[in-house]
């Protein structure tokens, strides 16, 4: 039977990066973005360029790096918010206009205070001035579910007659039920005269834990294009997840008879990677890319997956990209092996990048018997969570004991030259931590505050990788710091350091503008 191309269109970086605690910063949208790329996407949303100069830049700054994804940017149904969206996609070799309205009686009443009819006019005005700046324009009846189906009919024939190529149908609450999701959306469909001059599209909230489901019902009822996130991030409890929704399709297509474009080995790289950047801790038992999601625990599992497969796998782990072979280096490995192995792994790591990853993992050597894949894949989200520091770890010596006050001697190397300084503090974590601050100067003295640690060891084994992640609030604002080290407290360290890296980043950037 012939499979249907079904349009993945995602919003990782815009209802994802709004939901709370998900924020990024501009290099690290921009990595994220470049990952959506190579993982395939169709349309990556890259932001709501009017909320904030710092969305308007990472819109701009990701339109001009991707060629192969569609670059989207989210604009309210008003002239301001549409040319700041059509300004920031200039650069943009393919470029599309997400605008949106509430179509909902409770949303149009109480919200917007404006009429039905008031709500066509604008919608068909915007979509309008849209096509001004691109031909690609989504519009998305905002709360569709609890929409009105004749209404939605008469505004979405309105909005395809004035250049809508896109008409998404978002369940913006997360209040629908599958059996009812996909007969709602074929209602739409079936009852808008001119809906095959448009694609239809989803959008579903996860706050009953059903956007999966729905999206899929509703791809059975027609719509061709999904919106989701990455691990399922967005607003409350999330959007549909991009890993799901894929995986879905492809192992049930004898059921759904529909592709996606996506290369499913780069699933969970990308997965990690929104984790890691996000300092959203992937749950052991999450479908698809949870640590256990392809374990087998019970014995009579275990017995029949050593005998076949497939009697308890319905998806091989490598079709996701989790690496199987487990290869092991070491010290003797030369630069040769390290590079193609990093080939293997997904990552074509060149010039200085391919020499700094190398000499880590030299360093790694030298301090873990065994180096496995997990800790190659660690060693490159580490130089990238870095990437953009200007106070770069460089050493760490800590005195602590039962009863004893804590010393951390601590080495930042900040333009070429390393500065030291010694704390003392009740526990070791705590004094590195204090000498960061101490270095940064006394303005900075007391004006972070960590409010989340998480450790995790990279692999087993005692002379394990230690993953350090944490979140530190400076002026109303949260920042993820990244850290790894074979000794936790030099991890803790790192990360904190790399946390506020971005705080002092963000208060220059801040104060540039304001001189400005
Ligand atoms: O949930 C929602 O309705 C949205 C729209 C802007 C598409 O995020
Ligand atoms: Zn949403």
């Not at 800790?375 to 760490?396: G, K, P």
């Amino acid at each position: 039977m012939e499979q249907d191309k079904v349009v993945i269109f995602d919003t990782t970086l815009r209802d994802g990066e709004q939901s709370p605690g998900c924020s990024m910063n501009l290099t690290e949208k921009l990595a994220v973005a470049k990952q959506l790329e190579k993982l395939g996407v169709d349309v990556i949303e890259a932001g709501f360029p009017v909320s904030s100069p710092g969305d308007f830049e990472s819109v701009k700054m990701i339109a001009e790096a991707i060629t192969e994804s569609t670059v989207c940017g989210l604009a309210r149904a008003t002239k301001k918010d549409i040319e700041a969206c059509g300004e920031a996609l200039k650069g943009a070799k393919k470029a599309r206009i997400h605008t949106f309205i509430a179509t909902s009686p409770i949303h149009m009443e109480y919200k917007l205070k404006m009429s039905p009819d008031e709500v066509v006019k604008r919608a068909v005005e915007s979509i309008k001035l849209a096509k001004t700046y691109t031909d690609d324009v989504e519009f998305s009846c905002e709360d569709a579910s609890r929409s009105e189906i004749p209404f939605l009919c008469r505004i979405v024939e309105a909005a395809i007659d004035a250049g809508a190529t896109t008409i998404n149908l978002p369940d913006t609450v997360g209040y629908a039920v599958p059996w009812e999701f996909g007969k709602f959306v074929k209602a739409v469909i079936d009852g808008t005269p001119n809906s095959d001059k448009a694609v239809f599209s989803v959008h579903c909230h996860n706050d009953l834990g059903m956007a999966v489901a729905n999206s899929l019902d509703a791809v059975h009822h027609g719509a061709r294009q999904i919106e989701v996130a990455l691990n399922g991030i967005g607003e409350r409890a999330g959007n549909t997840s991009l890993e799901e929704i894929v995986m879905a399709l492809e192992t049930r297509k004898d059921e759904l008879h529909c592709t996606t474009g996506i290369n499913t080995k780069e699933i969970y790289r990308s997965c990690r990677l929104v984790s890691q950047t996000t300092n959203m801790p992937i749950p052991a038992n999450k479908a698809i890319i949870g640590r256990n999601a392809f374990l087998h625990e019970s014995g009579i599992h275990q017995d029949g997956v050593l005998k076949k497969k497939e009697t308890y796998e319905i998806m091989n782990p490598a079709s996701i990209g989790i690496s199987v072979e487990n290869l092991v280096l070491g010290k003797h490995s030369g630069r040769h092996a390290f590079h193609v192995r990093m080939k293997e792994l997904g990552f074509d790591l060149e010039g200085d990048a391919l020499l700094n990853a190398f000499e880590d993992f030299k360093k790694l050597c030298d301090r873990k018997k065994e180096v496995l894949d997990d800790d190659l894949i660690a060693l490159v989200d580490a130089q990238m969570a870095t990437a953009d520091d200007s106070y770069e770890f460089d050493h760490l010596y800590v005195f602590t004991g039962t009863d004893l006050t804590s010393t951390a001697t601590l080495g930042v190397k900040v333009d070429d030259e390393v500065k030291e300084i010694a704390t003392l503090a009740d526990g070791p974590v705590d004094a590195a931590c204090k000498a960061v601050e101490e270095i940064l100067g006394p303005q900075y003295r007391g004006a972070f505050d960590m409010h989340s640690y998480r450790i995790e060891a990279i692999t087993g084994g005692t002379d394990a990788q230690a993953e350090v992640n944490i979140k530190v609030s400076y002026k109303d604002k949260t920042f993820n710091g990244h850290g790894l080290s074979t000794s936790i407290l030099e991890a803790s360290a790192k990360s904190y350091l790399n946390a506020i890296n971005k705080a002092v980043n963000w208060d220059q950037m801040n104060h540039k503008k304001e001189e400005d």
